[in-house]
């Protein structure tokens, strides 16, 4: 059998993991002087506490190499092979650190996704399918390379100040976007983010607006699963986001996800992405 394994940052729901039997690294969320492993120790609404009414500051630290070597340790000495998904090396330095551990282990595979969140979960969730199938590792392996460049993410945020005070965007920025009623587009495009579209208005309003601008006319969508990916979106949003995107394209399958801790501390409440493969 064949190990699938994941950055934390893949915000694939616990029913997808325990599917799949996808096991998860779990990157450190610094809140002061003390590390929380994400997922396990915090969770989003742990990082909004600390940061709206606490007043704290909290940022992300990558895995270490001595942590990802005591993982591929444990579990790729029960599988033919290990293959284990990166949060995109544009973002963090977990893939440089994941290779150079992995290099103690001839079965265990290390992919740069080039991406975030459920964009990376979607690698993640191909790479499970794969090898329920019975591909060798190095059929997998080629077949997510292969993928990589394909998905397309992207993701609105509500406010900008967790984004400012990661270091993302500047306090002007930030007060502008505000005072304006800006809900900027984030894109991943060659594995670094960048600002898409902006939108005016409220959240609900942009939303629309976006699912739109990345769904109309396009015949080169892959179908068969798109993610709705969100940090503490209420239902009724979730809801019109999903009608949104039926009404945009027929998607085989519709996987909500909340974002975790990691995204959490980037992004904030209220920011929502649609993640999917283009052919």
Do not use: W
Not at 158 to 169: E, N
């Amino acid at each position: 059998m064949i190990k699938i394994s994941a950055d934390s940052t893949c915000d694939l729901s616990p029913e997808i993991l325990k599917k799949f039997n996808i096991s998860i690294m779990p990157l450190n969320i610094i809140v002061g002087d003390q590390a929380f492993l994400d997922g396990k120790e915090i969770l989003p609404a742990d990082i909004f506490k600390y940061v709206d009414i606490d007043g704290k500051s909290c940022k992300t630290a990558a895995i270490n190499v001595q942590d990802y070597r005591t993982f591929f340790k444990k579990l790729s000495s029960k599988y033919e092979a290990q293959i284990h998904i990166c949060l995109g090396s544009g973002f963090s330095s977990c893939y440089q650190n994941a290779v150079l551990a992995a290099q103690d282990f001839e079965n265990v595979y290390v992919l740069d996704s080039d991406n975030l969140s459920s964009g990376s979960g979607r690698l993640v969730y191909e790479a499970a399918l794969l090898a329920k199938q019975g591909l060798k590792p190095e059929e997998i392996f080629a077949k997510l390379q292969d993928l990589v460049p394909k998905i397309e993410t992207s993701f609105v945020i509500d406010r900008l100040d967790y984004l400012r005070k990661g270091g993302r965007c500047s306090a002007l920025a930030a007060h502008g976007a505000s005072l304006l009623k800006i809900k900027p587009c984030i894109e991943v495009v060659d594995g670094k983010m960048t600002v898409g579209k902006k939108y005016r208005g409220s959240f609900e309003r942009a939303l629309k607006k976006y699912v739109e601008d990345r769904l109309s006319g396009r015949k080169d969508i892959d179908n068969s699963r798109i993610f709705i990916t969100h940090c503490q979106c209420s239902p009724q949003i979730i809801e019109m986001v999903k009608e949104a995107v039926s009404e945009q394209a027929d998607f085989h399958e519709i996987i909500v996800t909340e974002a975790g801790a990691t995204v959490a501390t980037h992004c904030g409440p209220n920011s929502l992405g649609i993640l999917f493969r283009h052919l």
